[in-house]
């Protein structure tokens, strides 16, 4: 199967600054990156994602590139705000037909007012 | 987005009994659903895959005899934690695409377990 890992497990910045998660993957078959974010007891949420035939896409403040060279892609928050606090999880999906996600450890961002 | 109903959001019970979390799409069919187990501050691990109308698929170190998943039909996975254990308490989480195929995965809201 796929192996992700997430770095740093914990971020914090200040209020304004940009913050930014990294993940690996180990197959390169994979072909669909998402980025959840969760708050403590709810369900993960969506907050952006990237196919493999893409480099890099942005939504507002949110960002996430991809190398699928160096099987690599990065989540970037900027102007972060205190309602950016929770724990984000990359993921991962394997081609060839399947469906299941392998998910990255988890960041626990914490923004300081 | 689709909409994933999962029930019930929490529950506790005593050791030894069963307990079954309901995992429904609510305005697509899922012909997979996936089931996860989420320990505190800790990520989203597989437990197995559902499918609608076969036998699920578990992942490595998953017990099927005590984790119980039953896709009857394409709106409703089941999983049923057997004998419940202490160790068995953590946060059960459900996933489902819809038939069509679209790439995002749907959460259900999950399901806090507690056995005493």
């Known amino acids: 199967g796929e192996n992700v890992e997430q770095h740093p497990s914990t971020l914090s910045v200040q209020e304004g600054d940009s913050a930014v998660i990294k993940c690996t993957y180990s197959d390169s078959a994979s072909n669909y990156f998402p980025w959840y974010k969760q708050e403590l007891g709810k369900r993960p949420q969506l907050i952006i994602d990237?196919?493999?035939?893409?480099g890099e896409k942005k939504d507002q403040r949110i960002a996430v590139t991809l190398n699928k060279t160096a099987k690599h892609f990065s989540l970037h928050i900027t102007e972060t705000q205190p309602e950016d606090s929770a724990v984000y999880f990359c993921a991962a999906r394997l081609g060839r037909g399947a469906n299941n996600l392998f998910f990255g450890t988890g960041t626990r961002l914490t923004v300081i007012p | 987005g689709a909409v994933v109903s999962q029930h019930p959001s929490w529950v506790i019970c005593k050791s030894g009994t069963s307990v079954k979390i309901e995992c429904r799409s609510l305005?697509?069919?899922?012909?997979?659903m996936f089931w996860y187990r989420q320990f505190p501050k800790q990520s989203l691990m597989l437990m197995a895959t559902?499918?609608?109308?076969?036998?699920?698929?578990?992942e490595q170190g998953v017990e099927k005899d005590k984790f119980l998943i039953n896709h009857a039909s394409l709106t409703l996975s089941t999983l049923t934690v057997t004998s419940a254990h202490p160790e068995d308490s953590s946060f059960y989480i459900c996933s489902a695409y819809d038939r069509v195929g679209h790439t995002e995965a749907f959460f259900g809201q999950g399901t806090r377990l507690t056995v005493v």
């Open positions: 990237i196919r493999s035939n893409v």
């Open positions: 305005d697509f069919q899922a012909t997979t």
């Open positions: 559902s499918n609608e109308g076969s036998k699920a698929t578990y």
